[in-house]
C-alpha cells in the first residue's frame, strides 16, 4: 500500500446514495490507482483493495506538499 504522507490525488466520494458518478468513480479506480497514489475521502461503497481515508486524515494531508514540492489533488464530483 501506498505511504499516506505521499498521496497525490484524492478522489472525494462523500455521497451515501449509490449513482452513476459513483460507479463511473468505482470502475475507473482499478486504472488510476495503478498509476498514480492516490486515496478515496469517504468509503461509501469503495472495495477494500482501496485505500479511504476519513475527513480528519483529508485536513492532515492537505497541510503539506508532497516530498518533491508538487501539489496535492483533489477532484471532487
Known sequence: ???????????????????????????LLDYQYKEINLAVLGSSFIPNEFRTINFYQFIKLTRNNLSNGKNKDFFYT
Open 1 to 27: 500500500m501506498h505511504d499516506l504522507d505521499e498521496i497525490e490525488l484524492i478522489i472525494g466520494n462523500s455521497g451515501r446514495n449509490f449513482s452513476g458518478v459513483t460507479s463511473i468513480t468505482i470502475q
